[in-house]
């Protein structure tokens, strides 16, 4: 049988990468990887195994609603979900609502949007059958 992956990568394109780049680095403080010029790519978590790239589109977006087919959510990880939220409402970024737990999912959450329209969510995992970091 094979192993897991050893590394994940989401790309995702934007017309104008430009305000997507700083917006990831300067807003959400990801550490740039590597640049390749129209494409930078991003550490998304510690331990070099998720990642994020950020490139420039070919065309634009077919559709702006991320739960069709084709579409995306980028949802990052972290305990402090509450302190992400005042993070970003303090850097100009405007969530979609307060953070708030879901019974159905169980986790505890919020929505935004990045520069070029992508839907990202930060959430907290609140159920043990979840495996913490370095699981």
Same mark, same amino acid.
């Given at each position: 049988m094979t192993a897991p @992956? +050893?590394?994940?990568?989401? @790309?995702?394109?934007?017309? +104008?990468?430009?305000p997507s780049w700083r917006f990831y680095e300067g807003v959400l403080g990801l550490?740039?990887?590597? *640049?390749q010029g129209s494409c930078r790519i991003y550490a998304a978590a510690p331990g070099g195994r998720a990642f994020l &790239?950020?490139? /420039?589109? /070919?065309g634009p977006r077919?559709?702006?609603n991320p739960r069709v087919q084709g579409g995306a959510v980028i949802t990052f990880v972290a305990q402090d979900v509450e302190g992400w939220h005042a993070r970003l409402v303090a850097a100009g970024v405007t969530? +979609?609502?307060?953070p708030a737990y879901s019974e159905t999912y169980r986790v505890t959450s919020f929505f935004f949007r990045d520069p070029a329209g992508y839907t990202l969510e930060v959430q907290r995992f609140e159920r043990? +059958?979840?495996?913490?970091? &370095? *699981?």
């Open positions: @992956f +050893d590394q994940h990568v989401t @790309f995702l394109y934007a017309e +104008d990468p430009e550490p740039l990887a590597q *640049d &790239g950020v490139c /420039r589109a /070919r077919v559709s702006d969530p +979609d609502k307060a043990p +059958d979840w495996p913490a970091p &370095g *699981d």
